[in-house]
């Protein structure tokens, strides 16, 4: 699951009116809670995966777009540099989707890391990844 997102789950872009703020909320954390390697990246998922102690992937806050990078001290930040760390972990998510879940976390922190050192907005992003086991973290760093 990725999008935009709150401690209290993924927000609604609007495309489905009937599901009110969020998509994902307290109300499906038992079917989550049944899967061993979920896939949580939105901002601050890490609190909503820890609260309901899944398992899978997950982040906390996530810079996606120029206006978060703003609130955490990014400013006048290239847009460029924005894009090229969403292009960067999109792209390792999408050639190692179908692996297993710690193979997939093991190649997403080796090449993630690699545009970290050079970007400062995958720096952030790539500090706040997280593998979670029954709602205990292990961070990235």
């Known amino acids: 699951m990725l999008g935009h997102g709150h401690k209290d789950g993924l927000l609604n872009p609007g495309q489905f009116p009937s599901a009110g703020l969020f998509i994902i909320d307290d109300s499906m954390a038992p ?41 955490f001290g990014f400013e006048n930040i290239a847009n460029d540099l924005i894009d090229q760390s969403n292009n960067g972990f999109a792209s390792i998510m999408a050639q190692w989707i179908n692996e297993s879940l710690n193979l997939l976390y093991d190649r997403l922190l080796l090449e993630y890391s690699k545009l970290a050192r050079i970007n400062p907005i995958a720096k952030f992003n790539f500090e706040r990844l997280c593998l979670c086991g029954s709602g205990a973290l292990y961070r990235a760093n």
């Open 31 to 71: 079917i989550l809670r049944k899967k061993s390697s979920g896939i949580f990246v939105w901002c601050h998922a890490d609190h909503y995966v820890r609260t309901h102690a899944l398992s899978g992937i997950c982040s906390g806050m996530f810079i996606s777009q120029p206006d978060e990078g703003t609130l």
